[in-house]
């Protein structure tokens, strides 16, 4: 894929991100003060972060004046929240029907920044997925806890996901990102717009905005938007900002040291939100409907499953840890 210049200024200065608006002109300062839950590990260890379920949407709505004032409110069971109602804030002439991507320079301490496109079925791949084994973004440790799903706390996260713009190992689109946010938090919103675009044909404007907290190298969370252009947000239109966090694990967000939670209801938390995914790795053999081009697989009876190409569908019985380990991932709509 050709990267396109940046078409938007700004880059994150520790936790502050500088925003132009072309409409008034003004800049937002944005700083994400993350509190007990999204501190780094003192010496004593941290509170217990909530235990509330989780559930699939977030309910708080927060403005972009407050995320300027680090006033984002502390995780408390949605794996995200939404920023201005939802309304994303793309300028009119950044609609575009016209494909592009644009993936910003990495900063001084080699994170990633904004990552930008507008994203149709000419950006989204035709062939297999290879591996991002060796792409080691900023904060990424191999750890694995048992009240994970799939085992590994981390995933190299991509801030526009592989399946919109085919952009697997650039060192400029992968972060460290807990199973969590990765599957939780940003992969309903990719497919969302990943079956969007493949049933109408349109185009959708995307941008996703990691936020790091000071000297930090792993993101507190990321600012995802979206909008889809030639029905003007009528199919696809959000603004969210999702936290990297894993219930039941305390995350040092300065080098990407983590802990089992030390309080034991907090643990059980973790474990019980991955309760659904763990039943299905009892060993038993269950059938799922693979995608062969986004690498997902999701339950025989998955509204998506409407949506893949012939082509690209495959029936699969047998072990879903055999999936994942293959490189599969569960869609982020029927969590099978």
């Not at 940046?6 to 132009?20: F, S, V």
């Not at 509330?52 to 927060?62: E, I």
């Amino acid at each position: 894929m050709t990267e396109h210049s940046n078409r938007r200024e700004g880059q994150n200065r520790g936790i502050w991100k500088y925003r132009r608006r072309t409409a008034g002109a003004y800049v937002l300062a944005l700083a994400v003060l993350l509190l007990s839950s999204c501190q780094s590990i003192p010496e004593a260890g941290l509170p217990g972060t909530p235990t509330a379920p989780v559930s699939s949407a977030g309910t708080v709505s927060v403005t972009e004046e407050e995320i300027a004032l680090g006033d984002i409110p502390e995780y408390s069971g949605d794996p995200y929240v939404e920023v201005e109602n939802g309304q994303p804030d793309f300028a009119e002439e950044e609609m575009t029907e016209e494909p592009y991507e644009s993936y910003s320079d990495l900063d001084e301490l080699g994170r990633c920044q904004e990552a930008q496109a507008c994203v149709g079925q000419e950006t989204m791949p035709d062939g297999e997925r290879e591996s991002i084994s060796e792409v080691k973004p900023t904060g990424w440790q191999s750890v694995e806890y048992d009240g994970v799903d799939g085992g590994y706390l981390y995933n190299r996260c991509h801030l526009i996901g592989y399946q919109l713009t085919a952009e697997n190992a650039n060192e400029k689109n992968l972060i460290t990102g807990t199973r969590y946010m990765n599957t939780e938090g940003m992969l309903p919103f990719e497919d969302e717009v990943a079956d969007y675009v493949e049933e109408t044909g349109n185009h959708v404007l995307y941008r996703v905005t990691p936020v790091f907290e000071g000297d930090n190298l792993v993101v507190s969370g990321v600012w995802m938007e979206a909008e889809s252009v030639e029905d003007d947000g009528q199919g696809v239109s959000f603004n969210v900002y999702v936290y990297n966090v894993q219930p039941g694990i305390e995350i040092d967000y300065a080098q990407g040291d983590s802990r089992e939670a030390q309080d034991g209801s907090q643990a059980q938390s973790g474990q019980a939100d991955a309760s659904q995914a763990q039943g299905a790795d009892d060993g038993q053999e269950r059938t799922y409907i693979l995608n062969r081009n986004t690498r997902k697989f999701h339950d025989p009876g998955c509204a998506s499953v409407e949506d893949i190409k012939e082509k690209n569908k495959e029936e699969y019985t047998g072990d879903r840890q055999q999936l994942l380990d293959e490189g599969y991932e569960p869609c982020g709509r029927c969590c099978p």
